[in-house]
C-alpha cells in the first residue's frame, strides 16, 4: 500500500499522561494537520472540561464515548484514516477491539498503538518472558496474524526521563533522585548508559511520525531524546541544587533478587522493578535511533538540563529552569515554544544563588519580628482600625515591589516590606477579633487568625503549583497586590475597636454605640462594658445623651465630643514592650504568652510539614507539590472543625489536648519511622496535624487579650508573636540539623521525633503550671484571682 498524508487522526488516551502531551503536539504541530478527533468517556469530560475547552478554541474536535462499546468506536472511525492509542497499561487489552475494529472499517489505514515506553522486543531471548510486557506482545501478536488492510507503525521512545528521576515507592534501590532529600539510588556502579525520551519529546516524536509517513507508514521507529548515565544525571542535579547529594548504590544482582521477591509475592512494584532492571542492563540501547529520520535533530529535542528540571517555583524565579511543575508542564503546553525556541526567548526570572534565595527567604522573617516588636506599642496609641490599614499599605508596597523585581536587592527590599506587614497583622489581627467579637465565642472567633493563615498558606502552594513556569510566578507574588487592595477598601466599613476607643480615648459614648451596633440593638452590653474596667459605667447625663442620640441619629460615626461622656481622667495609660515585662503585675502573662508560642513551634509542627511530604509520597501515587496541597487542606480542614472546641472546652484544657496528642503522634511517628511502618507514619502525621488545630494553631492568638487588660495588650502581644517569630527560626534553623546528627548516630531516621515527644511532656508541666484558663472570665483580674482596690 502506498503512503498517504493522514487527513482525519482519531486519538485514544489522549487525556491521560502521556496522551495529553501527544494531543498538545498534534495541534502544535506545523504544518498543522487538517482534522484531529479526541475520543474521551464521560468522566474524563467532566473532570477535565476545561482542558477540553482549551483543546476545542485550537480545532480539536471531541467525541465522548465509551471506549468498550463497538457501536461508540465504530461510530467514531467513519471518515477517520489514522488512529492513535494512547491508552495506559491498564487499557491496552482494549487495543486488540480497536485493532478489529480497525481492519473493519472502510476509512482507516493507519494505526499506531500504544508503544511509548521501554522496547518489549528488546532482547529476543529474554523479552518474551518479561512479565511486564505480556500484554504489548499479545497485541503485536494479534497485529501480525490478523492485521492485512490496516499499516502499524510502532512508536518506540524507551522510558520517560520524567518518571524515571524519581524513585519508585517502596523499592527507592531500583534507582532515582529524590529531590527534596537530595538523595540518589543508583545502580551498579552509575556508568551503565541508558536511553530516554523526555515526555514533550514523545509528542514530538509522534507529530513527526505522522508528518513522514514515507519514512514511518508500516515500521517500527526507536526514538529518544538522550543517552546518559546515571552518574551524569546526579552530576546534573547537584548543578542544579548548588549541593551534594548522598548517594546509595545497589548492585544489580540484589535488583534482580529483589524483582523474583516481589514477583513471587505478587507485589505492584514489582513491574516498576522490572523495567528499571531492563533500563540498567541497556535494554533501552539502540545501534541507531530513528530521529533523524523522522527529520529531528539533537536541537529539536529536550536536553538532559531541561528534562531535570527541578519541583519547586524557586527554580524558575532564580533562573534554574523555564518551567517547574509536572502539571504546569501539562497545563503550558499550548504556550510552551519547542525547546530550540525555548532556548533563545528571554526567560523573566531573577539570576541569584542558593545563599541570595534563602537570604531573600529569610528577610521576609526579619521585617516579621521587627513589626511584630513595634506593633504592640503602636496600636495602643494609635488603635486597631488605622494600625490595620499600616499593614495593609505594607503589603500592598511590598507586593507591588516584589511583583517587579528584577534583582536581588529589590526582591529582598519586597520581601522585608511584606514581612513587616505580616508580622504587624499577627499582633493587631487577633487583638481587634478579640475585642469585637461576643465574650462567649471568642475563641471561636479567635481561631479565624489561624484559618486565615491556613488559606494563605494553601493559595500560595496552590498558586505554585500552577503557575511555577515562565514569568508566570510573579502572579504568585502579584496576588498580594489584589488582598492588600480588597483589605484596604474593606476597612472602610470597619469600625475601631470599641474596647480601645473606651480605654484609650475615653470616648465611652461613642464606644458603647459601636459595640452596641456591632451586637445587635436589643443586646445588653452591660457585663461587657465593665469589662473596660474604669470608666465603664457610664455617668447618667452621658447616659441620657446616649440614649438620646440613639434614637435621633441612626449614624453611629457621628463624630461625638469626648468630653461628653468622660474626662481625661478615665483614659487609661497604656504600657510598652519593656514596662509590661518589669511590671510583676503582668509579668505573669508575659511568662505564659511567651511560653505557649514556643510551644506551638517546639512541639514540632514545622518537622512534620517539612517531612510529611517524603513520609506520605510512598504511599500516595501523586506528586510532592500536590502533597504538600493535601496537608495544607487537611490542616486547613482540621482548623475551621476544631474553631468551636475553645469555647466549648476551655483554652487551657484545649492547649493540653493539643499538647498531649502532639507527643503521642510524635512518640508513634518516631516508632513507625524506625521500624518502618508507613501507614502508621502517615497516620500519625495527619493526627499530628489534626491535634494542632485544635489548641496550639488557634489559642496562643487569642491568649494575649485575655490575660492582661487593654493598658497592657498591645505589648503583651507583641511579646506573644515575638517569641513566635523567634521560636520559628531555631525550630526551621536546627530541625535539619538535629535531624541529621541524630540520624547519623543512630543509623537511621525518626529519632528527632523523640525529642519533640520530650518536648510536648515539658510544655505540658509548663501549661499546668504557668498558664490560666481564660474561659468565661469576665477580665484579666478574674483570670489570675485577684482584686484591685480603687481608692
Known sequence: MAPFNPSKILIFGGTGTIGSYITASLLRAKPAFPQLVLFTSPNTAKTKAAQLAKWKSEGLDIIVGDLTSEPEVKAAYKGVDTVISAVGRGGLQHQIALLRLAEESDSVKWFLPSEFGTDIEHNTDKSPSEKPHQLKLKVRKYIRESLHKVKVTYVVTGPYFDMWLSPYPGVEQAGGYDIGKKEAYIVDDGEGKIGFCTMWDVGKFVAATLQHPDESFGKALKVQSFVVTP??????????????????????????????????????????????????????????????????????????????????????????????????????YVTRPDAADATEKHVDCIPMSPSSFAAISAIFTVGGLVSALAAGPFTSSRGRWLSMQVTAAFYLAGSLVETFASSVLVMALGRFLTGMGAGASTVIVPLYISEVAPPDHRGFFGAFTQISINVGILSTQTMGYFLSHDSAWRWILGSGIIIALAQTLGLLIVPESPAWTASAKGDLVRARRVLQRIRGKHVNIDDEVEGWGEGGKLPDEAESLLTRQDSLTPDTNAPLSPRSATSPDRVHQHLGFAQVVRDPLYRPAIVAVVGIMFAQQLCGINS????????????????????????????????????????????????????????????????????????????????????????????????????????????????????????????????????????????????????????????AGFVTRYVPETKGRKDADEVWGRTRRID
Open 608 to 763: 512534620i510539614i517539612m517531612y510529611s511530604v517524603s513520609l506520605l509520597k510512598d504511599l500516595l501515587p501523586t506528586s510532592s507539590a500536590l502533597l504538600t496541597i493535601i496537608i495544607s487542606i487537611i490542616n486547613l480542614g482540621t482548623t475551621i472543625a476544631g474553631s468551636p472546641l475553645p469555647d466549648k472546652l476551655g483554652r487551657k484544657t484545649c492547649l493540653m489536648v493539643s499538647i498531649v496528642g502532639q507527643g503521642t503522634s510524635s512518640l508513634a511517628l518516631a516508632l513507625s519511622i524506625i521500624f518502618e511502618l508507613k501507614i502508621l507514619s502517615a497516620i500519625a502525621v495527619l493526627f499530628f496535624v489534626a491535634f494542632f488545630a485544635v489548641g496550639l494553631g488557634p489559642v496562643p492568638f487569642i491568649m494575649a487579650s485575655e490575660l492582661v487588660g487593654p493598658e497592657a495588650v498591645g505589648a503583651t502581644q507583641s511579646w506573644a508573636l515575638g517569641a513566635s517569630y523567634i521560636a520559628t527560626f531555631l525550630v526551621a534553623y536546627l530541625f535539619p540539623i538535629v535531624n541529621e546528627a541524630l540520624n547519623k548516630a543512630f543509623g537511621g531516621a525518626g529519632w528527632v521525633y523523640f525529642i519533640f515527644a520530650a518536648f510536648a511532656l515539658l510544655w
Open 231 to 332: 552518574n551524569h544525571v546526579l552530576a546534573e542535579l547537584e548543578k542544579q541544587t548548588g549541593s551534594k547529594w548522598k548517594v546509595t548504590r545497589t548492585p544489580l544482582d540484589d535488583i534482580r533478587a529483589l524483582e523474583a521477591k516481589l514477583w513471587a509475592e505478587e507485589k505492584p512494584m514489582a513491574t516498576g522493578v522490572t523495567l528499571r532492571r531492563i533500563w540498567s542492563e541497556g535494554g533501552t540501547l539502540y545501534a541507531k535511533n530513528d530521529n533523524e529520520l523522522l527529520g529531528l535533530k539533537p536541537e529539536d529535542l529536550d536536553p538532559l538540563e531541561l528534562g531535570a528540571e527541578l519541583n519547586a517555583p524557586q527554580d524558575v524565579i532564580t533562573c534554574q529552569n523555564k518551567s517547574v511543575s509536572a502539571l504546569s508542564k501539562v497545563l503550558s
